[in-house]
Nanobody, 124 residues
Framework: QVQLVESGGGLVQAGGSLRLSCVAS????????MAWFRQAPGKEREFVAT????????YYADSVKARFTISTDNAKSTVYLQMNSLKPEDTAIYYC?????????????????WGQGTPVTVSS
């Protein structure tokens, strides 16, 4: 079993930055792909970014490419999402997810473990 706890969400003005953190516990972290998803009010959950177990491969949704960066610190069993140039349309609850595989894609069914989410609100 893997437990994921997100933090770092909050209220920020458009153009600002936030860094989300997700701490994993319960099993070996370094060999699992990790990802961030988000769900805006009234919308379905959508993929944001994923990173391989080694941290060597990343993949981003087109909507966040060049603005968001996913990274990991295996020593701390933590995955980060650095969000820059935030836009009001980035407003959502952001969820951390862990896959049983070394590398996973952009589908939510590829991830077995989920955190409870951290809210991000971007004001215009």
């Amino acid at each position: 079993q893997v437990q994921l706890v997100e933090s770092g969400g909050g209220l920020v003005q458009a153009g600002g930055s936030l860094r989300l953190s997700c701490v994993a516990s319960g099993r070996t972290f370094s060999m699992n792909a990790m990802a961030w998803f988000r769900q805006a009010p009234g919308k379905e959950r959508e993929f944001v970014a994923t990173i391989s177990g080694s941290g060597g491969r990343t993949y981003y949704a087109d909507s966040v490419k060049a603005r968001f960066t996913i990274s990991t610190d295996n020593a701390k069993s933590t995955v980060y999402l650095q969000m820059n140039s935030l836009k009001p349309e980035d407003t959502a609850i952001y969820y951390c997810a862990a896959s049983p595989s070394y590398y996973s894609g952009s589908y939510s069914w590829q991830y077995d473990y989920w955190g409870q989410g951290t809210p991000v609100t971007v004001s215009s």
